[in-house]
């Protein structure tokens, strides 16, 4: 594992954000969802694909708050461009759980 700086960790923008929608993405090369995550005032609602149909349904997302890295370039994925980074863990069979705050924050806050 290699070492980085204090700085070099506060270049990545990870923050808290409410899942406004989301959808099924059934044209995903593996199975995912697309969602919609409101981040606040500044930043706004942003665009992501998460494969995570193991552990969540489109329906049982929204409202849920997520972390999500902010500051990642767009990217392709298929026919949906995905904006933001939404963080999780594998579980021991190597699903995707989301990582969430233990307690409602307002949308927008970065983690420190």
């Known amino acids: 594992m290699s070492e980085l700086s204090f700085d070099d ?47 969540y349904t489109p329906e049982e997302l929204i409202g849920k708050q997520v972390m999500a890295v902010v500051n990642f370039p767009p990217r392709q994925i298929g026919r949906f461009m995905s904006e933001v980074l939404v963080l999780g863990l594998p579980d021991e069979a190597g699903e995707i759980v989301l990582l969430t705050p233990d307690q409602t924050v307002p949308e927008g806050g970065r983690m420190h």
């Open 9 to 55: 960790f506060l270049k990545v923008d990870i923050r808290v954000g409410r899942v406004t929608r989301a959808e099924p993405y059934p044209e995903a090369r593996k199975p995912a969802i697309k969602l919609w995550v409101d981040f606040g005032e500044q930043i706004g609602v942003k665009k992501s694909s998460a494969q995570i149909t193991a552990h």
